[in-house]
């Protein structure tokens, strides 16, 4: 059995986890092109390294980073995303947002 340690509630079995993907910088959602937003959201670079990436604990609602080499698969680290950000973003519905109600 795989075990992933959640910040919040310790070793849990992998089964319990979803995969949020790669933790990237975002471009400005109100001003890149419809090709840096899709480069974004859905491409990855897929080489051999650490990577931080998203995971979601499903029992407990839990969004976290954890570090993980891609070749090994070995989760190095686990933490809150508060380490990384410091503020939200808000998608909400604002003028000239692609795909917002204007």
């Keep these: 059995m795989k075990l992933m340690t959640c910040p919040l509630n310790g070793p849990r079995n992998i089964s319990e986890f ?3 993907g790669e933790v990237k ?3 400005n959602h109100k001003t890149c092109s419809d090709k840096e937003w899709a480069d974004y959201v859905f491409y990855a670079d897929n080489t051999i390294k650490i990577i931080q990436e998203w995971w979601f604990h499903s029992p407990s609602g839990y ?6 080499h891609t ?3 070995e989760i190095l680290r686990t933490f809150d995303p ?6 939200r ?3 909400g519905h604002e003028e000239g947002v692609k795909g917002g109600v204007v």
């Excluded at 969004?63 to 993980?68: K, T």
């Design 25 to 27: 910088a975002m471009p």
């Design 71 to 73: 070749a090994s698969d």
């Design 82 to 87: 508060s380490e990384l950000y410091q503020e």
């Design 18 to 20: 979803v995969y949020g």
């Design 89 to 91: 973003i808000d998608f």
């Design 63 to 68: 969004w976290f980073i954890a570090e993980r």
